[in-house]
């Protein structure tokens, strides 16, 4: 069975330019998360949909994130413009919601942004 | 406050012995589901072990169980026979049912000795 897809697997792109990071997740599943991973501030939740509609952007950084998921097989999380400190891993990650909580996530390999 | 606390940032075992991992969690939903994960150097991050919060025994999967005490509001990781593949970074974390998030503690590092 495949997994949750991201691509690509690693980008290195320079301040200011746009940054699309995409994210396939395991068919069936109707909860999609994306997270960010740095060294100094650890796991971070950005947003989070359920049954494609966002539910929690709390953690998005700025305005220059933007994330969508127009279907129940494919999201993206965009970045424009993009900035040094947005260096990062980015994983995305898919789950069941239903009333079985042990329906667990499922990651992703993680994009690994740096931005020169 | 934090929903998930791990309090170890780093641990070495020596390499056949058995290892705790902390993890202390806050909730007040009656229903919840408590994970761990596994991310080696590699970067993935692995599903090990749940345990629910009504399971009236602990988890085990393996090498891995959960020494889940329900009182104490601990969900602690207990890695048996310890392999040098066991180095990585683990991470709690919990999902309440009223929510679909789900929260994760800062990770322990755990080194294996050979």
Redesign the interface.
């Known amino acids: 069975d495949a997994g949750v897809i991201q691509s690509p697997r690693h980008e290195v792109t320079e301040m200011g330019q746009e940054v699309t990071l995409r994210c396939k997740p395991i068919s069936g599943h109707n909860?999609l998360?994306w997270y960010r991973q740095t060294m100094m501030r650890?796991?971070e939740?950005l947003i989070?949909f359920?049954n494609n509609v966002p539910?929690?952007d709390s953690g998005m950084p700025e305005d220059r994130f933007s994330a969508k998921m127009p279907n129940a097989s494919f999201s993206t999380l965009k970045i424009q413009p993009s900035e040094p400190r947005d260096s990062a891993?980015y994983?995305c990650?898919s789950?069941y919601?239903g009333?079985i909580?042990?329906e667990?996530?499922?990651?992703g390999?993680?994009t690994?942004l740096l931005v020169l | 406050a934090q929903k998930i606390t791990q309090t170890q940032p780093g641990m070495f075992v020596q390499e056949k012995e058995a290892v705790t991992l902390d993890c202390t969690y806050d909730t007040s939903d009656p229903?919840?589901?408590l994970?761990w994960?596994k991310q080696p150097s590699s970067?993935?991050?692995i599903?090990l072990i749940?345990q629910?919060?009504y399971d009236q025994q602990n988890a085990t999967e393996g090498r891995y169980s959960l020494n889940f005490q329900k009182a104490r509001k601990s969900a602690n990781l207990v890695i048996s026979a310890s392999q040098l593949g066991d180095s990585a970074m683990y991470?709690c974390?919990m999902?309440e049912?009223t929510g679909?998030?789900?929260y994760?503690g800062?990770?322990t590092s755990l080194t294996v000795i050979p």
């Open positions: 909860s998360f650890g796991l939740l989070y359920n539910i929690d891993v994983f990650a789950s919601r009333p909580l042990q667990t996530q499922y990651f390999p993680g690994r | 229903s919840y589901g994970f994960y970067g993935e991050m599903f749940y629910g919060s991470f974390a999902r049912l679909n998030q789900f994760f800062t990770g």
